[in-house]
């Protein structure tokens, strides 16, 4: 019966040309580059390569984090829940000051106050508004200016009639 490798002996190199055409079976180790250092050599490499990338990719994301919230909640609707406002002696008495043009009180009123400072959010959130948290005898500059100083953001309703004020 035979061997089911005996054909291994009559393999011949074809590649490279200094050893083209010899039995592979009589090939060295050196004829054969089979060098343990190269193979020692090129995962270093590798391993190397990918502990930079991974290194500039961290780097990366940390200095491009805040952009990076944007467009994940702006593009994929994805908020990040793990970074929480830390409560300061510095805090903040609104949560929201909203500019919006008096033409569009009854929506903000009637649509926008009922969902963002009621409890059934999750969180009610303290909103600024002109027409009840002005302080009276200011200049709506300062009263602007105090509104958006003392909130953590401030929300624009641009309409027609806001452009237009």
Not at 96 to 105: C, L, N, Q, T
């Amino acid at each position: 019966m035979p061997n089911v490798y005996d054909y291994l002996g009559s393999l011949k190199c074809s590649k490279p040309s200094n050893v083209r055409g010899r039995k592979l079976i009589n090939m060295s180790a050196t004829d054969l580059n089979c060098n343990k250092e190269t193979v020692v050599n090129f995962q270093v490499v590798v391993l190397s390569i990918i502990t930079i990338t991974l290194v500039i990719i961290t780097l990366l994301t940390i200095y491009f984090r805040n952009m990076i919230k944007v467009i994940l909640f702006t593009r994929l609707n994805i908020n990040c829940p793990c970074e929480h406002r830390s409560v300061t002696v510095d805090e903040k008495e609104y949560d929201a000051f909203i500019a919006y043009s008096e033409k569009d009180v009854d929506w903000v009123i009637h649509t926008a106050l009922p969902k963002l400072e009621s409890e059934d959010a999750g969180r009610a959130c303290r909103l600024c508004l002109h027409h009840r948290d002005f302080i009276v005898g200011n200049t709506i500059a300062d009263n602007i200016f105090y509104s958006v100083e003392n909130s953590y953001h401030t929300i624009l309703l641009i309409t027609n009639d806001f452009l237009k004020k």
